[in-house]
């Protein structure tokens, strides 16, 4: 009989330590899925940061390459003025050079008429 005390005794200080290293072990199962849980979840987060950090340096250089384009293009406006002006004035001065040469020849042909008119 005091046999089966004891037994009964020890079977349930077995029976609360596996009832106890079950709540632990439940505990710690639950610390890891929870733990996991928020590093999922800051994963996450971390990958929506950099997704819009990639976002932003592709919105920033988009804007200083249409910057730098705009640019080149107002250049390239203001070369072709600053050309269709420089052929003006030179089509200005050969005509004023054809002019002038035309009004030499005239005079010239003035004179020659003159002086032959004196020579009769």
Known sequence: DAAEKRWETEKQTWESEVARYKKELDAAQAAVLNARKEARED???????????????RDSAAAKTGHVEKQAAEQIALSKQAVATAEKEMKEARDQA???RKEKDVIQ????????????
């Not at 994963?43 to 340096?57: F, G, H, K, N, Y």
């Not at 042909?109 to 009769?120: D, F, G, L, P, Q």
């Open 43 to 57: 994963s996450e987060v971390r990958e929506q940061q950099l997704r819009e950090a990639l976002q932003t340096t």
């Open 98 to 100: 054809l002019m002038e």
């Open 109 to 120: 042909a003035r004179m020659e008429v003159a002086e032959e008119k004196r020579a009769e």
